[in-house]
């Protein structure tokens, strides 16, 4: 699988190197209501309201600076690993260079609309499966027509119906893992130019892991560049060919897979 | 692997390339890159909420299903919710208050459910336009989508309940000796100049409430006040007898008394046009078309920002 992927990247990269994605010197401050004590009363609430003129944190506000200047230039065919330990903004950083969340300073352009793996937000468990499947498709930005024609696949590929008759039944009735499959066949149902994958997205049980592993991998082929978020350094080292290692916001190093997780490994202490 | 892995790397600190060194938006512009989440022009983003029309109806009809998809009843709930609603308020300002003041039973009765329900249709936009943004926040940080879609959503959600409640109308309608004419066509226009009202309500206070979340404690209160000003539960110019004209005449300019009074007009017999204020389409549609308008642009002016929470 590596040799097929570098194979494919190195053909890509005999023309010129086209930026897919720029950031540049990115700042995104997160703000934070009630953070500070006694501020959740119905008076407190009321003043708040009246105090708008004044600075932010006379309002109770909290400011959370979780990207601090970080700037990249991503080329197409890359594959690139996100790392960094717990809440050092990795995700904050797909967020941002989707669009999704608006910059405090600085911009990340874009080729195309970047879209970050994953429904869930979308999706209602009081309804069942079968309208899920529409509504996440529908808000991933398919059409119907598209859905009707993948709608099979997708129930197919979580496996739900193995079990018998469980895509009609709400998605409360499903266990985790039952909907954690539907979750990702839905998400995994779509192609994407620039495509981001957050952690922990291949859940389930273990021939579920590999199929979703799997799929992953077309849509890799499909996408024109990849970012991986994860706390998985074999699945970095499987996947991606360039390493972004952030810690408190801060782009610590950027550079090939095997170099940056060598320093990142001396830095876990592992 | 290593190879190309290898070029990759050196080229991103020194291999001598014709980029080397270029400012990061002329690079941009070189290659054709936009800016991530910049906000697109007004009829730009008109096309782009239209391609999501699917999306919109689908949502609120989702929301709508999942509201009772608990209860045994399950969507009888629909119908027999705005039922006892309607016993309620008929109990406490029919029975108790007797606030019908000179309107005889069977207008009255009629009279106090169209107005509870088209108010509700109303008060209950504004209540999840406020938290269309702020409570979504979660389908705002993952998915791309016209922001517009969520507020209209919920607007078009209540305007399918809205619908259900219609059928309890006009059983009390016809209960009431109010049989189906003609007239009755005329809660379409209504409630859809209603229905364009409530969705630029929704859309401004969904701006509002994304940066002040508080609103969605404060907004009940500035709706029931709004409701007690409106003559739901009685009718303003039965109430106002020997007040200033133009006092009356600025009470019925208020866009939830116009829509209410529209809706009475077309389905109550006893309910004649000398309750209508004058030119009272031209007033339901400046309402609608001017709140709609302007509710859309100001929502739209905020585009960008509403990930930020």
């Known amino acids: 699988m590596a040799d097929q992927n570098s194979g494919r990247r190195a053909a890509r990269n005999d023309g010129a190197r086209v930026p897919t994605v720029i950031a540049d010197e990115l700042h995104i401050v997160y703000r934070v209501n009630g953070a500070k004590s006694g501020k959740g009363s119905a008076t407190a609430a009321l003043s708040r309201i009246l105090k708008r003129g004044s600075d932010d944190s006379a309002r109770g506000v909290r400011k959370v600076h979780a990207v601090r200047g970080v700037s990249f230039v991503a080329y197409r065919g890359e594959a690139i690993g996100l790392i960094g330990s717990n809440g050092s903004g990795k995700s904050t950083l797909?967020?941002?260079?989707?669009?999704?969340?608006?910059?405090?300073?600085?911009?990340?352009?874009?080729?195309?609309?970047?879209?970050?793996?994953?429904v869930n937000a979308a999706l209602m468990?009081?309804?069942?499966?079968?309208?899920?499947?529409?509504?996440?498709?529908?808000?991933?930005?398919?059409?119907?027509?598209?859905?009707?024609?993948?709608?099979?696949?997708?129930?197919?590929?979580?496996?739900?119906?193995?079990?018998?008759?469980?895509?009609?039944?709400?998605?409360?009735?499903?266990?985790?893992?039952?909907?954690?499959?539907?979750?990702?066949?839905?998400?995994?149902?779509?192609?994407?130019?620039?495509?981001?994958?957050?952690?922990?997205?291949?859940?389930?049980?273990?021939?579920?892991?590999?199929?979703?592993?799997?799929?992953?991998?077309?849509?890799?082929?499909?996408?024109?560049?990849?970012?991986?978020?994860?706390?998985?350094?074999?699945?970095?080292?499987?996947?991606?060919?360039?390493?972004?290692?952030?810690?408190?916001?801060?782009?610590?190093?950027?550079?090939?897979?095997?170099?940056?997780?060598?320093?990142?490994?001396?830095?876990?202490?592992? | 692997m290593s190879e190309t892995t290898h070029d990759g790397g050196v080229a991103l600190g020194a291999a001598p390339s014709p980029d080397e060194g270029l400012p990061a938006d002329r690079l941009a512009a070189k290659y054709g890159l936009s800016v991530s989440g910049a906000r697109p022009p007004?009829?730009?983003?008109?096309?782009?909420?239209?391609?999501?029309?699917?999306?919109?109806?689908?949502?609120?009809?989702?929301?709508?299903?999942?509201?009772?998809?608990?209860?045994?009843?399950?969507?009888?709930w629909q119908v027999a919710t705005p039922l006892l609603n309607a016993a309620v308020y008929y109990f406490i300002f029919g029975v108790i208050l007797k606030a019908s003041r000179g309107m005889g039973h069977d207008t009255y009765i009629p009279f106090l459910v169209i107005g509870v329900f088209v108010f509700t249709f109303t008060q209950s936009s504004v209540m999840a336009g406020v938290r269309a943004i702020s409570g979504n926040l979660g389908l705002v940080r993952a998915l791309h989508f016209p922001r517009a879609s969520l507020p209209i959503s919920f607007a078009l959600q209540q305007l399918q309940q809205l619908l259900f409640s219609m059928v309890v109308v006009f059983l009390v309608a016809i209960g009431f000796g109010n049989y189906p004419g003609l007239s009755w066509l005329l809660i379409v226009p209504a409630l859809v100049l209603q229905f364009l009202f409530n969705s630029g309500l929704a859309l401004i206070l969904a701006r509002l409430g994304a940066?002040?979340?508080?609103?969605?404690?404060?907004?009940?209160?500035?709706m029931r006040t709004w409701m007690y000003a409106s003559g739901v539960m009685f009718s303003?110019?039965?109430?106002?007898?020997?007040?200033?004209?133009?006092?009356i005449r600025l009470m019925q300019a208020n866009p939830a008394a116009v829509y209410m009074d529209?809706?009475?007009?077309?389905?109550?017999?006893?309910?004649?046009?000398?309750?209508?204020?004058?030119?009272?389409?031209?007033?339901?549609?400046?309402?609608?078309?001017?709140?709609?308008?302007?509710?859309?642009?100001?929502?739209?002016?905020?585009?960008?920002?509403?990930?930020?929470?």
């Open chain 1, 94 to 118: 797909l967020r941002a260079i989707a669009g999704l969340l608006p910059a405090e300073k600085g911009r990340v352009y874009t080729d195309g609309q970047p879209s970050l793996l994953g």
């Open chain 2, 236 to 247: 303003i110019s039965g109430m106002l007898v020997g007040k200033p004209e133009w006092v």
């Open chain 2, 42 to 76: 007004l009829m730009e983003y008109v096309r782009q909420l239209w391609g999501r029309r699917h999306f919109i109806l689908a949502f609120s009809q989702a929301k709508l299903t999942a509201q009772y998809s608990q209860a045994k009843l399950g969507q009888v």
């Open chain 2, 262 to 309: 529209l809706v009475r007009f077309a389905l109550i017999d006893g309910y004649g046009a000398s309750h209508l204020p004058p030119h009272v389409w031209a007033l339901a549609l400046f309402w609608a078309v001017a709140v709609f308008g302007g509710g859309f642009v100001y929502f739209w002016k905020a585009e960008e920002r509403y990930g930020r929470g």
């Open chain 2, 211 to 222: 940066k002040t979340p508080d609103l969605a404690q404060l907004m009940p209160f500035v």
């Open chain 1, 125 to 270: 468990n009081d309804l069942t499966g079968e309208r899920n499947v529409i509504l996440g498709g529908l808000a991933m930005g398919m059409s119907r027509e598209e859905i009707r024609g993948r709608y099979q696949e997708i129930v197919d590929f979580s496996g739900i119906n193995e079990k018998g008759d469980f895509i009609t039944l709400p998605m409360r009735t499903y266990s985790s893992g039952m909907a954690a499959r539907l979750r990702f066949s839905i998400a995994a149902a779509k192609d994407h130019d620039v495509l981001m994958i957050d952690e922990a997205l291949a859940t389930g049980d273990r021939a579920f892991q590999k199929r979703s592993e799997e799929r992953i991998r077309e849509l890799r082929k499909e996408a024109g560049t990849v970012f991986l978020v994860s706390h998985n350094n074999k699945s970095i080292r499987d996947t991606c060919d360039r390493v972004l290692w952030l810690e408190r916001g801060e782009l610590r190093m950027d550079g090939p897979t095997e170099e940056v997780l060598k320093e990142y490994e001396k830095f876990t202490g592992k």
